[in-house]
């Protein structure tokens, strides 16, 4: 299986920080996975995220895309971020546009897709994520869970390769998280690496094929879940399984 997206012993230390939130990090990813990231607060997920699209840059160690270390231009991260889609852990710091039709739009029109074409992907999201009634509505007067919605519906108009989504789905009530586990679903089935930063560990066992541990900046196990769930130290760092 080749790697689709790779972390290599990744540094880094936000700036005036003390502590470094990365200390090495390593993972691959290949297509088609379903991936649960796992590890306590403050454990590095969301810094590790924010590497694998280029918002942030590695003090130390290299990020890959098929095999081609990221290129940090104005192009090379247009590249990346048309194949690896983030969906951020706070929406307020993703939507930054008037209404919801524009926020949604911005990706697809960024990547220099024709109006006609633009329309269609942001028609096709704004669909499968529920929220069709929503793109005339100002984004800011928007729920939590909307917010939330519409973020990820902005990503997937991008159609990305890696789809990547920091504790999203924690916010949305149990019929649309359930919704969202089907989009899920078929984007796997369409070759998609779908990962999930997430405390749920009912998720990381009952619907990721890989589970993802991180602890103190580093990523200390990356397996099958009945591996991870078997072994004692991990349990005991992740706390009581389901
Ligand atoms: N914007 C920031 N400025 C300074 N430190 C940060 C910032 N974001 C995260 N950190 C620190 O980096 C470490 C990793 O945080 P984070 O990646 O958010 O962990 P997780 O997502 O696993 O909860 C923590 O020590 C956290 O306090
Ligand atoms: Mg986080």
């Known amino acids: 299986m080749s790697a689709l997206l790779e972390f290599d012993d990744l540094h880094y230390t936000f700036p005036g920080s003390a502590i470094p939130a990365l200390r090495g990090a390593s993972l691959s990813i290949a297509s088609g996975q379903r991936i649960a990231l796992l590890g306590r607060n403050g454990a590095g997920k969301s810094t590790l995220l924010l590497h694998a699209n280029g918002i942030l840059r590695p003090a130390a160690g290299q990020v890959r895309l098929d095999s081609a270390p990221l290129e940090y231009t104005r192009r090379g991260l247009l590249r990346v971020r048309r194949q690896v889609g983030l969906v951020f852990q706070n929406p307020d710091d993703q939507l930054f546009s008037a209404s919801v039709l524009q926020d949604i ?32 509505r100002p984004t800011h ?28 789905t924690s916010g949305l009530d149990p019929w649309m998280r359930h919704q969202i586990f089907a989009i899920f679903d078929r984007l796997v ?10 405390h749920d560990l009912t998720v990381a066992r009952q619907w990721a094929d890989t589970v993802v541990v991180m602890h103190e900046g580093r990523v200390i196990a990356s397996a099958p879940p009945v591996q991870v769930f078997a072994d004692p130290d991990l349990r005991a760092l992740l706390g009581p399984a389901p």
């Open 141 to 168: 007067a928007l729920s939590g869970g909307q917010k939330s919605l519409v973020a990820l519906a902005g990503v997937l108009a991008m159609a990305p390769r890696i789809l990547l989504v920091d504790e999203t």
């Open 105 to 136: 739009s911005f990706g697809p029109i960024n990547m220099g897709l024709s109006l006609a074409e633009v329309r269609r992907r942001v028609a096709e999201a704004a669909d499968l994520c529920g929220i069709s009634n929503l793109l005339d």
């Open 189 to 198: 089935e369409q070759g998609v690496t779908v990962l999930l930063a997430t």
